[in-house]
């Protein structure tokens, strides 16, 4: 599905991506099965836009938008295309999900120099935070936006993965104060559903064209989520 129609499609928000995962698991669907097929959805998405030859590099932060791109830089790196993680933050504070996924990558001999990379990247994967982020980022993850969107200012086309990174999934406003830290995206690839976020000012321009792609739950439990009050 793609955002030609900003109504289209069930919208879900912080409480309830956070819910479907939830229920996802309790019906005996892993966590790490739900990130799997959102790697999946992304690297299809990239190997179709990328050019032949592309150079990627997948900027990851340490939960579970981090282990996204990690996955997604090792499908993308089966099939020939040349990708670099650029892992933004220490290996130690990977949590969750990313951590068995790094450890696949490593094994796997999968580059995590991706930050020796940005400046000649073709394309560049925000995976630095997903829809759980609720501060502004700070530090070297607030360098890494910067960096992302110079580089996108120099030619690179970024993809920012569920939503760009520095955006409220449910306001589309940057935390903090206007020009605090945020990814400008050319394409999100957003997951299971769509965020109030992406279809918000500023959200809906640092997004770019906005894709859905399934992650392996019911769409009967998508809609219901959706249609819920929260």
């Not at 939830?22 to 739900?34: D, E, K, M, T, Y």
């Not at 999968?110 to 982020?133: C, N, Q, R, W, Y």
């Amino acid at each position: 599905m793609t955002k030609d129609d900003t109504t289209a499609g069930p919208i879900l928000d912080r409480a309830a991506s956070a819910e479907l995962d939830r229920r996802a698991i309790a019906l005996g669907v892993p966590s790490l099965v739900l990130m799997e097929n959102a790697a999946i959805g992304l690297a299809r998405f990239i190997a179709d836009a990328a050019k032949p030859g592309a150079r990627v590099v997948i900027a990851c932060g340490p939960g579970n938008n981090g282990g996204d791109g990690i996955a997604c830089a090792r499908l993308l790196h089966t099939i020939g295309i040349t990708t670099h993680v650029w892992l933004v933050a220490p290996a130690d504070r990977l949590r969750g999900d990313a951590v068995p996924q790094h450890d696949i990558a490593r094994s796997l001999g999968i580059p995590f120099d991706g930050s020796d990379h940005i400046a000649e990247a073709d394309v560049i994967v925000d995976a630095l935070f997903g829809t759980g982020l609720t501060r502004p980022i700070e530090g070297a993850l607030a360098d890494a936006v910067a960096s992302i969107n110079s580089a996108r200012d120099a030619g690179a086309r970024v993809i920012a993965a569920d939503i760009p990174s520095g955006i409220d999934v449910d306001t589309g406003k940057a935390f903090g104060s206007l020009d605090s830290p945020a990814v400008r995206a050319d394409a999100t690839v957003t997951f299971a559903a769509l965020k109030p976020g992406l279809l918000q000012a500023p959200g809906s321009t640092f997004a770019g064209r906005v894709s859905v792609v399934p992650i392996g739950v019911p769409t009967s439990l998508v809609a219901d989520l959706a249609a819920s009050p929260r």
